[in-house]
């Protein structure tokens, strides 16, 4: 079963403007953590911000805000004052607390962000 | 700060050849981790290590795949026979153990002709 949902194949937004991305997930642990990677044309991960299953706020991190929604299991990515280089692809991963120790993260299929000038 | 390196950045080979990809990963990190993503999918993980230990591998690893980290610094990932759907993006990440953040290399691009 698909552990993380993005919804949103692809979304423009145009520059100085906010843009949410739309992230649900699904598990049974009560202890997990939640990730946004930005991913540009070059092709490298880049970590943009977390969000633990226990932290009572909402993380933020400069112009990149987490909306967390733990009853509805959503995880949404809030950019604020969009830039053109933002334009990328956008990814939510978990990782649970199952057996395997903190080990592996589970992906989105990605959301791929154009900002217009 | 030197940030997870990949080598190389792109190979290209022929069915049934075999090829080996390195990564080394943040010195202070201990636990390194490869995933592949495929054209418009998000990283799918392969295998992680802690130190020079292989904790958990995926069933995506056939028995075509292999991967190493003898002395616990940097990793091989080995594909032999190579197939066309082994094409895909390669990627490396590190960090330190116990639920840290993960950070990833650039990636080695895989076309397998």
């Known amino acids: 079963a698909q552990k993380i949902t993005q919804t949103q194949p692809g979304m423009f937004v145009q520059e100085k403007e906010a843009v949410t991305l739309d992230c649900t997930y699904d598990?049974?642990?009560?202890?997990?953590?939640l990730f946004w990677y930005k991913q540009p044309s070059s092709g490298e991960m880049i970590f943009l911000i977390y969000q633990g299953s226990y932290d009572e706020q909402n993380a933020t991190e400069g112009r990149y805000s987490l909306n967390f929604q733990k009853a509805r299991k959503s995880a949404n990515l809030v950019i604020s004052a969009s830039q053109l280089g933002d334009s990328a692809m956008y990814f939510c991963?978990?990782?649970?607390?199952?057996?395997?120790?903190?080990?592996?993260?589970?992906f989105g299929a990605g959301t791929q962000v154009v900002v217009t000038p | 700060d030197t940030g997870v390196s990949q080598d190389p950045r792109h190979k290209i080979t022929k069915r049934g050849q075999n090829v080996t990809f390195r990564c080394d990963p943040i010195s202070e990190h201990n636990r390194l981790y490869w995933y592949r993503q495929t054209l418009g999918q998000g990283p799918e993980f392969l295998t992680y290590f802690q130190n020079e230990a292989q904790l958990e591998k995926s069933r995506l690893l056939s028995d075509r795949f292999s991967a190493e980290r003898p002395k616990g610094s940097f990793s091989t990932l080995e594909i032999q026979r190579t197939e066309q759907g082994d094409s895909a993006m390669y990627l490396c990440?590190?960090?330190?153990?116990?639920?840290?953040?993960?950070?990833f290399g650039p990636g080695t691009r895989l076309t397998v002709l």
């Open positions: 990440a590190s960090s330190r153990p116990y639920g840290d953040t993960q950070y």
């Open positions: 991963a978990m990782r649970e607390a199952t057996t395997d120790s903190w080990g592996k993260l589970q």
């Open positions: 598990t049974s642990d009560q202890s997990y953590g």
